[in-house]
Every structure is written in structure tokens, then in C-alpha cells.
């Protein structure tokens, strides 16, 4: 089983939509949680933090279930220029802050 | 804030050329810095922890003697692909980290084409 296994994607959906992203993650021991949004050719920029309160920024809220070992991201209202690979990204924390990521799960926003 | 620079951001040079990539870290001190080569339609692969004033911590599989670091501050960190050949070409990418449980902010990458 892969430490943080994401949707596969990918994701096709029209301008206003609101889509959801699952994660789950294997180790319980995992500390913190976070989403970054990767473009075509580019770095890998955070979108967000994930606390286990849920926490929201704009049209973009992130919640963490750790007794269910699973994260989400919630995007309302989509936008074309939200088409990007979205990863899930869990700190275990006792790995001298290593970062483990999911695969990725590709957005596609389309007019 | 968190700004992270890499340079360069594009090398083309000859099989057996070694090329070195630096990663700067412009407005926080980093505890440590980590080396990361992403190939296309694949997600990020770490290739090296590195801690200001110790050696790197290589993942299995990646040469230390292929793949020199050097973390000689908390704001820099470097990166020399030594002898590199075609297979080598990829795009590498550095972050920075504050603290142990803090996010990596991500340089904005070099990408490597050995001909």
C-alpha cells in the first residue's frame, strides 16, 4: 500500500464547479498535512495547510479526519485557472521533516 | 514571505559535463534543505536531505558520488550532477524548511537536458 494514495484523475470538470479530493494515508503517526498545486513544467507551490479543525481559504477548504487516516480538498466555484495537479503531501514528523507525496490528481477546468 | 530561489533554470550541456545547482532560501533561515528530481508525468522523487553543516541523507538508490551536496549556510544549499549523462536529464527541484513539521516551500526548479 502506498504511504499517501490519492484519486486517480483525472479530473474533467466545466467553470463553476465544485470538486472534492480524497487522500487517505498509512502512517498514523503522520503529523502534518498539507496541498500543493503543481502546474505543467512548474514547482510545486502550497496551496494549504490541512488542520484537523478544517480550515477554508476563499474557495478552498481543506479537512482532516485522523482517525480515518484521510484528507480532503474542496474547491467551489472552480475556475479555468485552477486546472493544475493538485498533491497531497503528509509530514510524518520523525523523518527530520521528509515529506511523503500522493501522485497527484490532475484538475482540468474547462469553459 | 518563504521564497525559495533555484539557479539556473534551464541547463543544455554535453555528456560528461558536470553541472552544479544552487538553491537559495531569501527570506527564512532553513533548517533544511532537500533535493528532489521530478521525470515527466511523475511525481516529485526525493533525492537527498540535507542539514546546514552535516553530510546530505541520500535516499536508496541515489550515488552520493553522482549527486554532490554542499549545505555550506541556513540559506543556501547546492547541487552537482557530476559526469552527467542523457539519463540524468530531468527536472530537479530544492525546497526549504524552517522547522521540522513546517511546509517545504519549493524552488522554482532547474531543468536539465544532457545532449
Known amino acids: 500500500r502506498k504511504e499517501v494514495e490519492q484519486d486517480p484523475g483525472p479530473f474533467n470538470v466545466p467553470e463553476g464547479a465544485t470538486v472534492a479530493f480524497n487522500c487517505t494515508y498509512s502512517?498514523?503517526?503522520?503529523?502534518?498535512f498539507f496541498w500543493y498545486r503543481q502546474d505543467c513544467r512548474k514547482e510545486p507551490k502550497l496551496l494549504m495547510s490541512?488542520?484537523?479543525s478544517g480550515n477554508e481559504d476563499g474557495r478552498f477548504t481543506a479537512q482532516l479526519n485522523r482517525a480515518s487516516q484521510y484528507i480532503s480538498l474542496l474547491i467551489r466555484d472552480s475556475k479555468l485557472s485552477d486546472s493544475a495537479t493538485y498533491l497531497c503531501?503528509?509530514?510524518?514528523?520523525?523523518?527530520?521533516?521528509?515529506?511523503?507525496f500522493g501522485q497527484g490528481t490532475e484538475l482540468s477546468v474547462k469553459p | 514571505g518563504a521564497v525559495v530561489s533555484q539557479h539556473p533554470s534551464w541547463v543544455i550541456c554535453k555528456s560528461g559535463t558536470s553541472v552544479k545547482i544552487e538553491c537559495r532560501s531569501l527570506d527564512f533561515q532553513a533548517t533544511t534543505m532537500f533535493w528532489y528530481r521530478q521525470f515527466p508525468k511523475q511525481s516529485l522523487m526525493l533525492m537527498a536531505t540535507?542539514?546546514?553543516?552535516?553530510?546530505?541523507?541520500?535516499e536508496q538508490g541515489v550515488e552520493k558520488d553522482k549527486f554532490l551536496i554542499n549545505h555550506a549556510s541556513l540559506t543556501l544549499s547546492t547541487l552537482t550532477v557530476t559526469s552527467a549523462h542523457p539519463e540524468d536529464s530531468s527536472f530537479y527541484i530544492c525546497?526549504?524548511?524552517?522547522?521540522?513539521?513546517?511546509?517545504?516551500?519549493f524552488g522554482d526548479g532547474t531543468r536539465l537536458s544532457i545532449l
Open positions: 540535507s542539514n546546514e553543516g552535516s553530510k546530505a541523507t541520500y
Open positions: 525546497s526549504a524548511q524552517q522547522g521540522a513539521t513546517s511546509p517545504q516551500h
Open positions: 490541512v488542520y484537523s
Open positions: 502512517n498514523s503517526a503522520s503529523q502534518s
Open positions: 503531501v503528509v509530514n510524518q514528523g520523525n523523518q527530520g521533516g521528509k515529506l511523503i
